[in-house]
């Protein structure tokens, strides 16, 4: 990248390539569907490319968006963004990738991440706060403890080199946001790391705060894929499916009561199309749905119940599962 580029151009170009080389990894995992661009413009600013992948041999629906957007400071989007106003006049610019994969087979988990840039100016155009944010979590619906930890440990190991302390707070983010507070705080899924309003500070810069939201970026695909080729192949039954259903019902709830994102991109007149993208391609709702006591579902609902610390950092004995994703292409 030129390094004489501000660093919204800087983290535009990232986004674009970024959101090619998810594609490109998740189109040969899957090994039979391609991703469709619709690319869209914003009336009061902006556009996006939405890439939809659909009725794949792994992928039964999916997105990998990006989006480059700007407007006028409204009360509504500042309320959904839950920061103060610029002032009377200002404006914003959003730039992000934002991704959501649900698998036709139950055993292999869904995906979110998202990695995202915000501007804020005042009505005379000159910056007055920047700031990043983002994450990726986990949602399986059969729990196999190797998938966690390795998805955990990957996104460990992109932080760690910022500070070994952050993975810890961001993923205690990470559990607290992704639960459905209206059914006592059951988690959507295992989590992963979350975290919102990165500043700029005197030790930690706008450059540092850039090459952090990159490592993040840039270790999807070693966290998620090799589980995809783990589990892709693994036989189930309409059992399996009718329970994938249920949870995924669970997912939809949270997206569309309590996730910010969403509510940001309706309060911004944003592309419905694209935000409701998330959404599985089929849910079930049935009252009261318990799993049988001790099966594997109900393994997967207590694991969702509280958060779990899958790699024992709270008493310090993390476990290293660095080869897990080098080892798992040849099982």
């Known amino acids: 990248?030129?390094?004489?580029?501000?660093?919204?151009?800087?983290?535009?170009?990232?986004?674009?390539?970024?959101?090619?080389?998810?594609?490109?990894?998740?189109?040969?995992?899957?090994?039979?569907?391609?991703?469709?661009?619709?690319?869209?413009?914003?009336?009061?600013?902006?556009?996006?490319?939405?890439?939809?992948?659909?009725?794949?041999?792994?992928?039964?629906?999916?997105?990998?968006?990006?989006?480059?957007?700007?407007?006028?400071?409204?009360?509504?989007?500042?309320?959904?963004?839950?920061?103060?106003?610029?002032?009377?006049?200002?404006?914003?610019?959003?730039?992000g990738l934002s991704m959501v994969l649900h698998p036709a087979n139950p055993f292999v988990p869904t995906t979110h991440a998202n990695w995202r840039y915000f501007?804020?100016?005042?009505?005379?155009?000159?910056?007055?706060d920047q700031w990043f944010g983002g994450g990726a979590d986990l949602t399986p619906y059969y729990l196999f403890e190797d998938d966690a930890k390795h998805f955990h440990q990957t996104l460990k190991n992109?932080?760690?080199?910022?500070?070994?302390?952050?993975?810890?707070a961001?993923?205690?983010?990470?559990?607290?946001?992704?639960?459905?507070?209206?059914?006592?705080?059951?988690?959507?899924?295992?989590?992963g790391v979350f975290y919102d309003h990165l500043r700029p500070t005197a030790t930690?810069?706008?450059?540092?705060?850039?090459?952090?939201?990159?490592?993040?970026?840039?270790?999807?695909?070693?966290?998620?894929?090799?589980?995809?080729?783990?589990?892709?192949?693994?036989?189930?039954?309409?059992?399996?499916?009718?329970?994938?259903?249920?949870?995924?019902g669970r997912y939809v709830e949270f997206n569309l009561i309590h996730d910010r994102g969403t509510i940001f991109g309706l309060k911004t007149n944003g592309r419905t199309e694209s935000i409701l993208m998330s959404l599985p391609p089929t849910v079930r709702f049935d009252y009261n749905d318990q799993p049988e006591k001790g099966s594997e579902e109900d393994k997967l609902l207590q694991a969702c119940l509280h958060p779990v610390d899958w790699l024992n950092i709270e008493s310090g004995i993390g476990e290293e599962v660095n080869h897990w994703a080098a080892s798992v292409n040849s099982c």
């Open 1 to 95: 990248m030129n390094s004489n580029k501000s660093i919204k151009e800087k983290w535009i170009e990232y986004i674009h390539q970024l959101q090619d080389n998810i594609c490109a990894a998740l189109e040969s995992a899957d090994g039979a569907a391609k991703f469709v661009e619709d690319k869209w413009e914003r009336p009061e600013g902006g556009g996006g490319k939405t890439r939809v992948i659909s009725n794949g041999s792994v992928f039964e629906k999916g997105g990998v968006n990006t989006s480059v957007v700007e407007g006028k400071i409204n009360p509504a989007m500042m309320q959904a963004l839950q920061i103060p106003a610029a002032g009377e006049g200002g404006s914003w610019f959003a730039c």
């Open 204 to 248: 930690k810069d706008v450059n540092w705060l850039f090459d952090f939201q990159q490592a993040n970026g840039n270790v999807f695909i070693e966290a998620y894929v090799p589980i995809v080729m783990k589990r892709k192949d693994i036989l189930f039954t309409a059992a399996n499916k009718y329970w994938q259903e249920i949870r995924r």
């Open 119 to 128: 501007e804020l100016y005042n009505a005379a155009g000159e910056l007055m």
């Open 158 to 168: 992109a932080h760690d080199p910022f500070g070994v302390e952050l993975y810890p």
């Open 170 to 191: 961001y993923k205690k983010k990470c559990d607290t946001y992704f639960a459905n507070h209206h059914r006592q705080e059951e988690m959507r899924g295992i989590g």
